[in-house]
């Protein structure tokens, strides 16, 4: 089994900051891409950003400049950098990760995606 437990998260005033941590365990062999998504209320999920294994980032372009994704491999872990934070960053932050497992390699499986449980963010004066 594998889980990611998500942290951080909160209330900040517009143009604060925040940061949003997440961690896998498990039975894991390897973590691949990592990333986070968002689901503000009546949108759907959005991709925010995503780091590949070497280190590779892609940003939406609503975050370019103001949010920074970064991991370590080590840890199995992926941080989201949240500055100048606005109104419209408001939305439910879900950590997700590719990852093959241990009885994946033993069954001659490829990777899955796994979720954290979400986090809300809300920017808000």
């Known amino acids: 089994q594998v889980q990611l437990v998500e942290s951080g998260g909160g209330l900040v005033q517009p143009g604060g900051s925040l940061g949003l941590s997440c961690a896998a365990s498990?039975?894991?062999?390897?973590?691949?891409?990592m990333g986070w998504y968002r689901q503000a209320p009546g949108k759907q999920r959005e991709l925010v950003a995503a780091i590949t294994r070497g280190g590779s980032t892609n940003y939406a372009d609503s975050v370019k400049g103001r949010f920074t994704i970064s991991r370590d491999n080590a840890k199995n872990t992926v941080s989201l950098q949240m500055n100048s934070l606005k109104p419209e960053d408001t939305a439910v932050y879900y950590c997700n990760a590719v990852i093959r497992t241990l009885e994946d390699m033993r069954l001659a499986y490829g990777e899955h995606d796994y979720w954290g449980q979400g986090t809300q963010v809300t920017v808000s004066s």
């Open positions: 498990g039975s894991i062999f390897s973590i691949y891409t």
